[in-house]
């Protein structure tokens, strides 16, 4: 039978079915990606707050130049601030609201890099004097290490804190044109303080390498630049994005500091100039640590943003040839469409489940430190410099891909996802390039390989979960481990370490003539044989977590990521010769267990995405509305232009007109008519 329906009263009518089609638990599964119905409720409240409030109503900050929005955003920051007294939240929720407000804030970075930097590397005696102001914002803090011609080469950074015997102070410098420090957020325009790498020059010229150190930047009076230090914004960023965030320069001219705002809680000068050495020495690379293992999460949300916006509007979109109802075909439903989508939405959950994993380990790691145990940092160095390479990687790719999935109209800003990746650009090179950060994950794997390689006695136990791989390394029978239907998790995860294993071996055996790329594809498959590991494991608790019939589609999303990582990796799996060789339709088959999840899986879409919570104010796209009436949204937004409140555009008088006339001129002498 034909619908008689208008496109936007289908459009609508398209997403409730497809809610009602979905067997998902919402609820249930909600709870479960949030970490506990209580954390749910926790940012659930949150969102109330802050969507009925004014002062967050962003919709037109598309409008604004950058004076004005980075104005807007620290009206909401404030305002934010108010509403914690007003409310009783925690720190914790008052970045977590920071970070919902979808817009850039400087003061985050206070609560990812100076506070946690403090807290692990000062003294008890700093610590007791700014922990207070710290935790307050009675002080706003930001991490100064990039500098003009250092970023990820920690050790090659310019900056200078030579200690004075003679008055028991640290001199700061900026010796040279590029040890200006560079991109430094906060820096330009918002902080008092920051924590500074620098240089740790003895009194005898002896050179110790780069340590932290506490700095004033601004009055706490009339927030002028302190003396000696020159501060200032270093200007748009590409495509407008951050135009929140103050990233700054700051040049130090003999800026003297109390001995007592050297992070000492590791490593020491005493009065006379003496240094003792820290028990490991990266020890100050906590901080950067500690910004990779949240990325992690914040990658997975905004991943799982994209995917709500694209799965929505692919499902009211109708496009292409008509059925037999009448109707175009709902463009969720072709498989260059799915195919593309319900992997994006699956690396999503992974990485949401990791991440919340991370955090943990890195609270552990933190507390080991705080006692002196360093046993944990070298692992978890290794590991968040791969995953913050595989997810920062990975987000650029998925929000483009979910951002051409909406068609033409991805490309308005009121779609929602092109901003997202404007915004997600830089990841790939601060805190560390990717490029160089494979470096670390080859180092580390290179050095267990042949550790383990030489034992007398290789013990699978003593293996860290990021060299898990390796336990393979004397396995049997190649088969037995390869072997078993494509839709069983732990077949995927077996050839993925076997992959992380050859390739390291191959590495090694090469070692001293690698080919060019040899370290991108070794660190990337180390990286992902440790998160299909975890996957696996994912997949394993999930009956503790979800209800029956939740449990079976969380576990096809997470075999769909597993499997689609398997597909990646094919041609190193083919290089090695490590599917089956009885088996020349092994490629076809798991591209076939692939579709045949994807199908399983397509119903349940809007569900598994509905169970991420987004309200239309978060995701503040035109396309991805809740109820589907993408139409309605899209005009609705596009009469807040500027352009539109006058019917003769602003110029016509003084640009258009003329040219319109000189046409005609033209036109009259060549003999045309008017």
């Known amino acids: 039978m034909k619908t008689s329906n208008t496109p936007e009263k289908q459009a609508r009518l398209d997403m409730q079915q497809a809610r009602d089609l979905s067997q998902v638990d919402v609820a249930a599964t909600r709870d479960f990606i949030h970490g506990g119905q209580d954390r749910w409720k926790e940012y659930a409240s949150i969102v109330s707050v802050l969507s009925k409030d004014p002062v967050f109503d962003t919709r037109d900050r598309v409008h604004l130049v950058r004076s004005e929005r980075y104005a807007q955003a620290l009206k909401m920051a404030r305002r934010i601030h108010e509403l914690q007294d007003e409310h009783g939240w925690t720190n914790a929720q008052v970045s977590k609201a920071i970070e919902v407000t979808g817009e850039s804030s400087s003061y985050t970075l206070h609560f990812i890099a100076f506070e946690p930097v403090m807290r692990a590397q000062a003294s008890e005696d700093l610590l007791a004097e700014y922990d207070g102001l710290i935790e307050h914002r009675g002080i706003i803090g930001c991490y100064l290490q990039t500098e003009l011609g250092h970023g ?33 957020g906060a820096a330009g325009k918002l902080a008092t303080h920051g924590v500074i790498q620098a240089k740790l020059i003895l009194p005898d010229g002896r050179d110790m390498g780069p340590h932290l150190f506490l700095i004033q930047l601004r009055s706490m009076e009339d927030h002028r630049t302190l003396p000696g230090i020159t501060l200032g914004d270093i200007g748009p960023k590409a495509l407008g994005a951050w135009g929140t965030t103050d990233n700054g320069f700051a040049i130090f001219d003999n800026v003297r500091i109390p001995a007592r705002f050297m992070l000492s809680k590791f490593a020491q000068v005493t009065p006379d100039g003496h240094y003792t050495r820290p028990p490991h020495a990266k020890i100050s690379y906590g901080g950067m640590v500690y910004i990779r293992s949240t990325l992690v999460t914040s990658i997975g949300w905004w991943i799982a943003r994209a995917s709500t916006i694209a799965i929505r509007y692919c499902t009211v979109r109708r496009q292409g040839n008509k059925s037999s109802s009448g109707l175009e075909h709902q463009i969720i439903n072709y498989p260059a469409v799915y195919n593309r989508l319900l992997p994006i939405l699956s690396r999503a959950y992974v990485f949401l489940l990791l991440g919340r994993n991370l955090n943990e380990a890195f609270a552990t790691m933190s507390n080991n430190l705080s006692k002196g145990d360093t046993t944990m940092l070298a692992e978890m160095h290794a590991t968040t410099s791969g995953l913050k390479v595989l997810a920062s990687t990975a987000v650029t790719q998925d929000l483009e891909t979910a951002r051409r999935c909406l068609g033409g109209h991805g490309f308005s800003e009121f779609a929602g996802i092109g901003r997202m990746y404007a915004l997600s650009l830089p990841m790939a090179t601060y805190e560390g390039d990717n490029y160089v950060l494979d470096l670390q994950v ?74 060019a790329s040899a370290a991108q594809r070794v660190s990337r498959a180390v990286t992902e044989a440790f998160v299909a590991a975890q996957a696996a494991t994912f997949i394993q608790d999930l009956p503790s977590h979800l209800p029956g019939k939740e449990v079976y589609v969380v576990k096809d999303l997470l075999t769909l990521y597993l499997l689609a990582t398997v597909e990646r990796g094919l041609v190193d799996l083919l290089t090695f010769n490590l599917l089956s060789p009885r088996n020349e339709d092994a490629p076809r ?26 309200t239309d104010w978060e995701l503040n796209s035109a396309l991805g509305v809740y109820d589907g009436s993408a139409y309605e949204a899209l005009w609705e937004r596009a009469q807040t232009e500027p352009l539109n409140c006058t019917d003769v555009v602003t110029g016509y008088q003084e640009y258009i007109k003329p040219v319109l006339e000189r046409g005609r001129r033209l036109a009259v002498r060549g003999g045309a008519k008017l």
Request: no cysteine; proline share 5%; hydrophobic share 40%.
């Open 152 to 184: 990820s080469n920690v050790n090659a950074l310019e900056t200078t804190a030579t200690y004075v015997k003679e008055t028991g102070e640290f001199e700061i410098n900026s010796p040279t044109f590029t040890s200006r420090k560079w991109w430094i």
């Open 442 to 515: 080859v180092r580390a794997a290179v050095k267990a390989f042949k550790r383990y390689a030489s034992a007398a006695k290789p013990d699978p136990a003593t293996l860290s979960p990021s060299s898990r791989y390796l336990r393979l390394l004397y396995s049997t029978s190649r088969d037995d481990v390869a072997s078993g239907e494509w839709a069983d998790p732990h077949r995927s995860v077996n050839l993925l370490e076997l992959r992380a294993l050859h390739m390291v071996r191959d590495y090694v055996k090469n070692e001293t003539d690698p080919d």
């Open 589 to 614: 088959e798991l591209r076939k267990t692939i579709q045949h999840i994807e199908l399983k899986l397509l119903p349940q879409a809007i569900g598994l995405t509905d169970a991420f919570g987004f």
